[in-house]
């Protein structure tokens, strides 16, 4: 059974027992005006740079649709680098971009949060590691960030998953922080959830096998379709969420923008498996919320 699951940000970001109970129960709670409207914006005009400056003729295309992320090198070796991944639908059949560069993109990833001062102030704060200790994580360290851009009528759909998927931990502990950017609505393509549905099984299994990378199905049995919810939120809300809670959500047909940014911390104490996809390196150890 759903338990109500949007609350006020708390001033110190220790999360409430309702909170708790929400986040055991649903998988996943939504804080409202957890971030300012200006620090927003400043992600925004930030990525918006990184963009500028990179070249699409060296980018990699994103396929999170097709839930295997692209498997190329430019993918496999972005975990401790700042990446630029096009949409699907930004190419045509030879290649080149259909549009501009700023609305080709479909995300930025996955190191914003230690190598971008701008990304590096907003990911870290007593109130997100105080949150992320009174959910769980003991001893959280940030492990990727990704900027994400759904831009107007090419933002692409991101089809059902679990982030323990692709991010796993002995034991499991992989938590998501998304934060909505812009509105976000049905309209524009908000999130989708299915609550309860991280009590479930982990799905899929996508790993390193030398130097392959896998997605191995572990259950097969399909969603509820009944039982998924929209998540629309307002700018500055953050929805915060279980490694193994189904998401997902729609293309963006509408013309307006639904940017968001998404970090995502394990705990260290659990142990990071060698065949995750996503590595560092050595000289790049992973950091708290709170430095």
């Known amino acids: 059974m759903t338990v109500p699951f949007r609350f006020d940000t708390p001033d110190d970001g220790h999360p409430t027992d309702a909170m708790m109970e929400s986040f055991a129960v649903n998988g996943f709670c939504l804080l409202e005006g957890f971030a300012d409207a200006a620090d927003c914006d400043a992600l925004t005009v930030r990525a918006q740079e990184i963009v500028e400056a990179f070249d699409p003729a060296k980018a990699g295309v994103f396929s999170a649709a097709k839930g295997d992320g692209g498997r190329d090198e430019y993918f496999e070796t972005s975990g401790d680098k700042i990446r630029c991944f096009l949409e699907e639908e930004a190419l045509d059949a030879r290649g080149d971009l259909m549009t501009a560069k700023a609305g080709a993109v479909n995300k930025i990833g996955h190191a914003l949060h230690d190598l971008d001062d701008v990304f590096a102030a907003f990911s870290h704060g007593d ?67 299915i609550p309860g549905g991280h009590k479930g099984p982990l799905r899929s299994l996508f790993w390193r096998d030398g130097s392959e990378l896998k997605l191995t199905v572990q259950d097969d049995t399909p969603l509820d379709a009944s039982e998924v919810i929209h998540l629309p939120a307002n700018k500055g809300d953050l929805v915060v969420f279980h490694g193994r809670l189904p998401h997902a959500s729609a293309p963006n047909r509408s013309d307006r923008s639904r940017h968001a940014y998404t970090l995502h911390a394990i705990d260290g104490n659990a142990e990071y498996t060698a065949g995750n996809w996503l590595q560092r390196s050595a000289d790049m150890p992973l950091k708290g919320f709170d430095l």
């Open 127 to 193: 109130r997100l590691a105080m949150l992320a200790v009174g959910l769980g994580l003991a001893d959280a360290r940030l492990l990727q960030s990704m900027f994400i851009f759904k831009s107007p009528r090419i933002g692409g759909e991101v089809s059902w998953h679990q982030d323990a998927t692709y991010l796993h931990t002995v034991p499991e502990s992989v938590t998501g922080f998304w934060f909505a950017l812009d509105d976000a609505s049905e309209e524009n393509g908000c999130l989708q959830v």
